[in-house]
């Protein structure tokens, strides 16, 4: 059953600074993995798609990274600003019954990054 | 503006009572979702339609009902027989091909009084 973590469940940082969030997955056959931001109390807003054969994409401050074969996805936010606060969650696209595909999420990174 | 309409915003619902929340897309994707979201947890399968007419369970069904009449629509339907209902709502959609991207609506928060 495919599971996903997201490291660290908080975080709390400076504004400026470069940051890490991590996501790691348990079953290595997934069809893609996608980022989202959710602010509090609103929907999810896509950041970054990954396809499985793809190693990386970028979107101005935002990076992230795929290694299918370790499970791991990291996204990392370059000179992190106050809008950056925000709850950040990874989702992998994985085969369902009957043919079908899903979204599996972790339970999300909240971020804060004081002035 | 292309995107997913759910309403209302929020929504209060008495003992006993059954209570449809709404799920609009004009994307024209043929694949929509429902999750459940609950404090401190990832969001969960409720039920999911790759076409017109067709739907399936997801991971977390039992309580919940759904209809597909329409393309643009997904109404998802919270009956009595759901325990604990009391949560956040969301409705998403995608092309069905493996590599798609999702989009998501702003949610709907259901709370039990």
């Known amino acids: 059953k495919q599971e996903v973590t997201q490291i660290p469940a908080a975080l709390s940082v400076p504004e400026g600074e470069n940051l890490v969030l991590n996501c790691s997955f348990t079953?290595?056959?997934?069809?893609?993995l996608q980022w989202f931001r959710q602010d509090p109390g609103k929907g999810l807003t896509s950041l970054l798609l990954?396809?499985?054969?793809?190693r990386e994409q970028t979107s101005g401050r935002l990076n992230a990274s795929l290694d299918k074969s370790s499970g791991r996805s990291t996204l990392y936010i370059a000179a992190s600003q106050p809008g950056d606060s925000a709850t950040y969650l990874c989702?992998?696209?994985?085969?369902?019954?009957?043919?079908?595909?899903?979204?599996?999420f972790g339970a999300g990174t909240r971020l804060a990054v004081h002035p | 503006d292309g995107g997913i309409t759910q309403s209302p915003k929020y929504l209060f619902r008495k003992e006993g009572q059954n209570v449809t929340l709404s799920c609009e897309q004009n994307?024209?994707?043929?694949?929509m979702y429902w999750y459940r979201q609950d404090p401190g947890q990832g969001l969960r399968l409720i039920y999911y339609?790759?076409?017109?007419?067709?739907?399936q369970k997801g991971d977390i069904a039992e309580g919940y009902s759904v209809s597909r009449e329409k393309k643009e629509s997904f109404p998802l339907t919270v009956t009595s027989a759901q325990k604990n209902p009391t949560a956040f709502y969301l409705c998403?959609?995608?092309?069905?091909?493996?590599?798609?991207?999702?989009?998501f609506g702003q949610g709907t928060r259901l709370t039990v009084v």
């Open positions: 998403a959609s995608r092309v069905p091909g493996q590599g798609a991207e999702a989009f």
């Open positions: 079953d290595s056959a997934i069809y893609n």
């Open positions: 990954i396809q499985s054969s793809q």
């Open positions: 989702a992998v696209i994985t085969w369902f019954s009957g043919g079908y595909n899903k979204l599996i």
């Open positions: 994307l024209n994707h043929d694949a």
């Open positions: 339609s790759q076409i017109v007419n067709d739907f």
